[in-house]
């Protein structure tokens, strides 16, 4: 059993956002992120989702981690692009 999935979904389902598979892929590919965008300041969140996941980096638990796994998630092809130089 792949956990870091079922954490992932339970932050979707945390952030009111569709967490069957298929939607996660989807909103991993439509919203990429520049390289200079902090998760937490994107545009794709409203107040109450920014919050949240200000809150989850600052606590360092549980949430904390796949909070950076959606982090990295969103900012995979700035990260790619950078070092494809």
């Known amino acids: 059993m792949d956990t870091r999935e079922i954490r ?3 932050l979707f389902l ?4 569709p ?3 298929d939607a996660i892929a989807r909103f991993f590919l439509d919203n990429q ?3 200079e965008v902090p998760l937490a300041d ?3 969140w ?3 989702q920014r919050q949240f996941l200000r809150e989850a980096l600052k606590a360092d638990d549980e949430w ?3 909070v950076d796994a959606l982090n990295e998630s969103l900012h ?3 990260v790619k692009a950078r070092t494809a130089r």
Do not use: C, K, R, Y
């Open 8 to 10: 992932m979904t339970n």
């Open 14 to 17: 945390q952030l009111g956002l």
């Open 19 to 21: 967490a069957d598979e």
């Open 33 to 35: 992120l520049p390289e």
């Open 42 to 44: 994107a545009p794709i």
């Open 46 to 48: 409203n107040e109450g």
């Open 64 to 66: 904390s981690l796949v």
């Open 76 to 78: 995979e092809d700035a």
